[in-house]
C-alpha cells in the first residue's frame, strides 16, 4: 500500500517532463530574386512584321537564248550562288534545232551567191552594185547563222552576279519560249527589308527613324534605319509598308521572313524594371519592394512596354531593390531570402 501512491508519483513527474513549449512558429522565409531600379528612358515599341527582298537595281533575270527544254535545274530557288555559277540546264528544242540549221544552209548559199557575183564582175557580166547586194546578203545570212551558234552554245544559265536564286518555278522537261525569264538572282550586300504597318502607326514612322531587325525566331537583333515609307496600301494585307536598310554582313538573306522594332509616341523618363516584375491585383499594378529582407508591396503607375522592359513613372524611385522572381508567393511584410544566399 506504500508503494502506490509513489508509482503514481512518479507517472505524474512523467508527464510533466514533456517538452517544453517553445513558442509560436518560426515566420516564413520566401526565396526570391530581385534587381536593382534604375532611372531611364523609354518610348513604346512597335512590333512589326515583313520579308527581306531584293534593292532596287539588285536584281538580274536569267532568260532563255532561243526556244529550249529545261533538262536539269542545278540552284533551286533560295539557293546562294557565286558569279557563274550555273543555274539550269537547258537544250535547244526541235524548232530551235531547225532554225539553226536553215540559217546554216542560208548562209552557205549567200556565201556561194557572193562569190558567184564576184566572179561575174571579174568577166563584166554583173554591176558592181549586184556584188554589194550578194555581200550584204551574204553578211546577214552569217550574222544570224552566228546569233543562233552562240544562242545554241548558251543553254546552260550561269548566275551572272553573287547572290540569292528567285522565282525559279520552271521544271526538268518544261519547253520555254525565247526571252522567257526562267529565274532572277537578288544580289548581296543589296538586300532590304520591307514591313507591314496600318495607316495609323504609319503616321508616326519617319524616314531616318532607328529600328531594330531580326530574322523571325532569332534572337539577335540589329539596329538600322527606316530607308523609305509607302502609304499606299497592300492589295491583300491592306497595310501600308516601311522600308529599312539590311546591314551588310548581317546574313539576312532574300526572302527571310523578318520583324522589327520600331519606337513610337513620346518618350518617357522614369524607372526601368524587368517586365516580369509587375504583379497585378484587380487592375491594379504593383511590386514588392526588399528592404531589410522584408517584402513591401508598393503600387505603381507603369508606363511604356520596350521589349522585357517596363518603365515605371510613379510609385518607385532609383536604388529600390525590386522582386522580379517570387513576388507571386508574396506577402507585404513577408521576410525573404535572395536566391543563391544561404
Known amino acids: 500500500m506504500i508503494k502506490a501512491p509513489a508509482f503514481a508519483s512518479l507517472i505524474l513527474l512523467s508527464a510533466c517532463g514533456s517538452a ?8 516564413p522565409i520566401a526565396r526570391v530574386r530581385t534587381v536593382v531600379a534604375n532611372a531611364g528612358t523609354s518610348s513604346e515599341v512597335l512590333t512589326v512584321y515583313g520579308v527581306a527582298e ?3 537595281g539588285g536584281i538580274q533575270n536569267l532568260v532563255t537564248p532561243s526556244e529550249a527544254i529545261i533538262t536539269r535545274i542545278a540552284a533551286p530557288t533560295g539557293t546562294k550562288v557565286q558569279s557563274g555559277q550555273i543555274i539550269a540546264y537547258l537544250q535547244a528544242s526541235s524548232a530551235s534545232r531547225l532554225d539553226l540549221a536553215r540559217a546554216a544552209s542560208d548562209a552557205s548559199a549567200a556565201n556561194a551567191a557572193l562569190a558567184r557575183f564576184s566572179r561575174l564582175r571579174i568577166d563584166g557580166l554583173a554591176s558592181d552594185a549586184d556584188v554589194e547586194t550578194a555581200r550584204a546578203a551574204a553578211t546577214s545570212a552569217s550574222a544570224l547563222r552566228a546569233s543562233l551558234s552562240k544562242r545554241a552554245a548558251g543553254l546552260i544559265l550561269r548566275a551572272p552576279i553573287a547572290g540569292t536564286v528567285q ?5 526538268a522537261g518544261d519547253q520555254l519560249a525565247a526571252g522567257t525569264m526562267v529565274a532572277s538572282i537578288a544580289g548581296l550586300g543589296n538586300a532590304r527589308a520591307r514591313f507591314g504597318v496600318d495607316a495609323v502607326a504609319l503616321q508616326t514612322i519617319r524616314i531616318g527613324q532607328r529600328i531594330r531587325i531580326q530574322a523571325v525566331g532569332s534572337p539577335k537583333a540589329q539596329e538600322t534605319v527606316v530607308a523609305g515609307i509607302d502609304a499606299q496600301p497592300d492589295a491583300t494585307t491592306r497595310l501600308g509598308s516601311v522600308f529599312a536598310t539590311v546591314p551588310p554582313g548581317s546574313g539576312i538573306a532574300v526572302g527571310q521572313p523578318l520583324q522589327a522594332g ?3 509616341g513620346a518618350v518617357t523618363t522614369g524607372i526601368t524594371l524587368p517586365y516580369g516584375a509587375l504583379l497585378d491585383d484587380g487592375g491594379k499594378p504593383y511590386v514588392f519592394v526588399v528592404d531589410k529582407d522584408i517584402a513591401h508591396r508598393v503600387d505603381i503607375v507603369p508606363g511604356n512596354t520596350t ?3 517596363v518603365t515605371v ?3 518607385l524611385a532609383a536604388g529600390n531593390r525590386v522582386v522580379i522572381e517570387g513576388g507571386t508567393a508574396l506577402e507585404d511584410g513577408m521576410k525573404v531570402r535572395e536566391r543563391g544566399k544561404r
Do not use: R
Open 20 to 27: 517544453p513549449d517553445t513558442g509560436a512558429a518560426p515566420d
Open 54 to 56: 531584293a534593292g532596287p
Open 167 to 171: 522565282n525559279l518555278n520552271a521544271k
Open 262 to 264: 520600331i519606337s513610337v
Open 307 to 309: 521589349g522585357d522592359q
Open 313 to 315: 513613372l510613379h510609385g
